[in-house]
């Protein structure tokens, strides 16, 4: 073969979709133009040794908040994205709880050419679900699907922004009638946050039992992040199943066990267009790092066999690792009351070498990554098969990983602005050593060597 390639990744067992096998890949114009056998002479203005190491498509991470408009002192999106290319993401989706939110034309447009000079990697960005009227202009903007927090915090605390929540099932229907005319997915937080609220009151609240641990057991009470949510995504599947809106259930793994049963039913019988995330935190925060992180996590997995069964029989799609960062101040009063602080998880760095610690752990299989991470994704939110998928013609988006390599999270190692990590301590094996976006390297052995504003922002369908 006589052509320059732009790159070309040598020597790799590479995760195809027909299966994997030793092959090189070869790069032109950010696209890959040939697969070829191993050892071809070939001539290429930069390679990659993949020798002894595995080449996944460019993996995706599809709930991150980057906190940009609005909260940038947690998060902006050139820390996020460095965090998450550091972690083997190449592509990223960003939530929509920012100040302004992005749920009008105007604000959504706001944010999209903001964030656009930031980012490392590549990325769509959820159009906020709130007003019916603004959802056709959402999608018109490159909305790539709409987010809707059908849900209110207990004590009203951030990041659940008290006038994104939808708790309005009218509301909600409307906006299911405007998404599903625009061809968008709709993605949902469920909950029937006045249950929530009542019942966390009673028991724990007003109780005095508001520590950390006690939250805790809230939590695998089904009461925070519980029943709540299941009854929620009762009345969306039905009402989402009204108005034939493809529906994505956000938070699987957070909610308990119950909601699986609801996404199984409507997926098997009553095949309904509907998608699931599992959030791998469900799979895999002990308890035990629960109490060490205490504020710095706002669920523990309490019963991750039921949630590996969702994995394994395809009531999840696809996995995520929640990046919903605060800083360690404004957590840390959650140890005395975990009901006033602002809740959440780090994610964006720690996800995929969880991930891959699994499949080392014989949970998963590379072939399951490659699925779960990129494919489903990438064709659930409309960029299949342009990405997602080892390919001729798709974009050069890889994750390179080093099965055998040792990690242990540490906060002075994390990109994150927040300053620390919820997966503190925690050792994992299996670590992505390249993160490749179109073609050019953006994180060599934990290194940044891409710079920001190379990432670029990819529209949805309403958009094109
Ligand atoms: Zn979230």
């Not at 073969?1 to 732009?6: A, E, G, L, P, V």
């Not at 309005?168 to 998404?179: K, N, T």
């Not at 609240?205 to 508001?210: F, L, Q």
């Amino acid at each position: 073969m006589s052509q320059t390639f732009d790159l070309v990744i040598k020597g790799g067992e590479v995760i195809l979709p027909s299966g994997r096998r030793r092959a090189d890949v070869c790069v032109r114009n950010e696209r890959i133009v040939a697969i070829v056998e191993p050892d071809v002479p070939l001539d290429a203005r930069n390679t990659i040794d993949a020798t002894g190491l595995h080449v996944l498509p460019g993996l995706w991470h599809v709930h991150v908040h980057f906190r940009e408009p609005g909260h940038t002192y947690k998060e902006d999106f050139e820390s996020g994205t460095r965090a998450a290319a550091l972690g083997g993401i190449a592509f990223c989706l960003d939530m929509t709880n920012n100040d302004p939110h992005p749920t009008t034309r105007e604000t959504f447009a706001r944010k999209r050419d903001l964030v656009s000079g930031k980012a490392l990697i590549d990325f769509g960005l959820y159009g906020g679900g709130l007003y019916p009227k603004t959802v056709a202009d959402l999608a018109s903007e490159g909305a790539i699907a709409i987010k809707v927090f059908n849900t209110r915090h207990v004590r009203e605390v951030y990041p659940y922004i008290s006038e994104l929540g939808v708790v309005d099932h009218g509301i909600l229907y409307e906006i299911f009638e405007a998404v599903s005319e625009q061809g968008l997915v709709c993605s949902v937080h469920h909950d029937d946050s006045e249950w929530c609220k009542r019942l966390t009151f009673r028991d724990y609240i007003d109780a005095g039992k508001t520590t950390v641990q006690d939250y805790f057991d809230c939590y695998a009470k089904g009461y925070m992040y519980g029943h709540g949510m299941g009854a929620g995504l009762a009345a969306s599947l039905y009402y989402a199943r009204l108005t034939r809106t493809p529906l994505h259930v956000l938070h699987l793994g957070v909610m308990p066990a119950e909601a699986n049963e609801l996404i199984r039913h409507a997926k098997r019988d009553l095949g309904q267009d509907v998608t699931a995330e599992m959030e791998t935190a469900a799979l895999f925060m002990t308890r035990e790092q629960a109490e060490t992180v205490g504020p710095n996590a706002y669920l523990w997995a309490y019963n991750p066999e039921a949630h590996w069964a969702s994995v394994r029989d395809g009531t999840a799609d696809m996995l995520v690792g929640e990046h919903a960062p605060h800083t360690f101040e404004e957590t840390q009063p959650g140890w005395k009351d975990n009901f006033s602080v602002p809740l959440g998880i780090t994610g964006a760095q720690e996800f995929i070498p969880l991930v891959l610690n699994a499949v080392n752990e014989g949970r998963l299989s590379l072939e399951d990554v490659a699925r779960l991470c990129a494919l489903a994704p990438a064709q659930r939110f409309g960029l299949h098969p342009r990405k997602g998928a080892i390919d001729v013609g798709a974009d050069a988006d890889f994750t390179i990983v080093d099965m055998a390599k040792e990690n242990e999270f540490r906060k002075e190692n994390m990109a994150t602005r927040s300053g620390h990590t919820s997966w503190e301590g925690i050792r994992t094996r299996g670590m992505p050593v390249y993160t490749v976006v179109r073609g050019s390297i953006v994180m060599r052995n934990g290194e940044i060597v891409g710079r920001p504003g190379s990432g670029r922002f990819h529209a949805g369908k309403g958009a094109r």
